[in-house]
């Protein structure tokens, strides 16, 4: 008998390498969830062998116990950028007196908890994946508590964790590194090119901070395959590489042959490409890397890939490089 496993956002980023990466395995079969499953992307889902396609919203817990049924694993990811990204989020957060990041980050609170809750009704789930950020604010012991896009799945996870024991010895908490594509998809961080033909990349992140960097697309995948694989209650920060912005940006000029340069911009409250009320939150986020670590270093059930058990290979931050189309950022 297959095993099944339930991909939320299985048409997104992290979901759909974790699509690919299962379509590639004997013995299991995949339900892929959207929100829409008569649109083009679910389609493709189906195009690409995905077994099932099955419409479930993470606001409506009713709708993830139906889409659980039968799951061996669960894999979940919430996004706050999406909700962040939707102008009806902002009219609510307008209605309730809330900045537009506080109140998406309640909303992607509740839907992690509605993960657990839905997980924690679903006979013979064997294990729950859950993409999951560090607490910012414990970490940092109350320096930096404006990382709501951190917090609020650290938070959604310590709800799973208090609320569901038993849940809780099945579950892996997978915390996914900093996504080498920012620089191609992210428009606070797409270089400029200067008068000279150089490129400017504006990282707010120091020189010297070494970053989980991870091809999400690809490597989200293989990750949760091995925290399926691995004994449950791992709390894993997953990367390709750990390495600094100029060394990403040092291998970027290697392969691709540009003049680039990493101005990098102070922390505060200086950076015109960011929305004001998202200003305080980046620029914590960048001074939490510094002093606390990505992944928090301070968490004691913190876990790297080299001890995990089982063998992750993936290709190198130059391969990745070479793969990507530049053309929209390398003019
Ligand atoms: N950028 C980084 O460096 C970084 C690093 C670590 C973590 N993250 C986190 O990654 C998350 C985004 O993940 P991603 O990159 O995979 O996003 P993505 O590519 O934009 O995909 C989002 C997925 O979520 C699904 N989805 C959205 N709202 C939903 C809802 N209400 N119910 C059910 N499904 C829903 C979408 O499915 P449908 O549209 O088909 O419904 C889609 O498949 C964010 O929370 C971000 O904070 C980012």
Redesign the pocket.
Known sequence: MSKLIVV?????????SVVDTFLGETGWKIRG????AN?A??QNLKDKGVHEVVA?????VDSLVEAFKGAHTVFS???????YSNPSNHEKAAAAGKAGNVYVAGV?IQ?GKNVFDAAAKTDGLERLIF?G?SNATKWSKGKYPHVY??D??ALAAEYGQKTYPDLWKKTSIL?????L??VL??PWMKPQKDENGVYVFSFSIPATVKLPL?A?EED?GPFTKALVEAAPEKNLIAYRAWQTMDEFLDIIRQVKGVKAVNKQLPSGTEWEAVPEELREELSENASYFEEFGYEGRDDPSLVHPKDLGVDVQLPSVADWVQKQDWSSVFT
């Not at 969830?33 to 829409?36: D, F, G, V, W």
């Not at 990811?77 to 909700?83: A, E, I, K, M, R």
């Open positions: 939320i956002g299985a048409t997104g980023t992290q979901g759909g969830l959207t929100r829409n649109s992307s679910a479930a919203n993470l606001d409506d990811v919430t996004d706050f950028w999406g909700l992607e839907q993409s950020l896009h951190f609020s799945k915390q996914v590194g900093f996504y594509n920012n998809t992210s991870i999400t989200t």
